[in-house]
């Protein structure tokens, strides 16, 4: 079913409710036109009508910041869900079987699951902590764990200078600074 052509009454519509500051969607919904047939008849105008995108922006950014609260929560529960898996690896495991023309059930309890179903908790756990990565990515601050890096790497050149030589490490002042000050002086 093709749509009905636009006509002089959708135009002086578009322009009347425009001019009261109603929004895009408002306007189609009034008109009972699709919000695209709204903005065809509004960029035809010279000039060109134009809504107010305001709220179509904070309501975006609502959305968006209740989506990456919902991934947050996401995150968290599926590393529960790994913790969970990795603890029974080492707990005391229930095998039972239902068995036999009377549908027999028996049970066991083992020390600790068998390799077979340690080997699916790892790998449960390992898909759980993966999504949860994916989700919410983990922050790390290159810059800060390279100095880190080069911190612990100058402290401990200073201990091991202070137990060999009795001292800490005289002040290291480099050659072409020392050149400068020489010159100043």
């Known amino acids: 079913m093709a749509a009905r052509p636009i006509d ?5 519509a578009v322009k009347r ?3 009261k500051g109603k929004s895009r969607n408002d306007i189609a919904r009034a008109i009972k036109r699709s919000p695209s047939t709204v903005s065809k008849i509004a960029v035809a105008f010279d000039p060109p009508l134009t809504f107010d995108r305001a709220p179509v922006e904070a309501a975006t950014a609502a959305r968006k910041a209740d989506l990456a609260a919902r ?4 995150a968290v529960r ?5 913790e969970r898996e990795l603890a029974k690896m080492t707990k005391p495991h229930l095998y039972f079987e239902w068995g036999g023309k009377d549908h027999t059930y028996a049970q066991k309890w083992q020390d600790e699951p068998t390799p077979a179903d340690r080997r699916t908790m790892m790998a449960t756990a390992g898909a759980a ?3 949860s990565l994916k989700l919410v990515p983990q922050q790390v601050d290159e810059a800060a764990q390279g100095r880190s890096v080069i911190g612990d790497l ?12 009795g001292g800490p490490p005289p002040e290291f002042v480099p050659e072409d ?9």
């Open 8 to 12: 002089a009454k959708d135009r002086a």
């Open 17 to 19: 409710l425009h001019a």
């Open 71 to 74: 991934r947050a929560d996401m």
């Open 78 to 82: 599926l590393h529960d869900v790994a």
């Open 129 to 131: 902590l993966d999504r």
């Open 154 to 165: 100058m402290a401990g050149l200073a201990r091991d200078y202070a137990e060999r030589h």
């Open 177 to 185: 600074q020392a050149a400068e000050d020489d010159a100043d002086a």
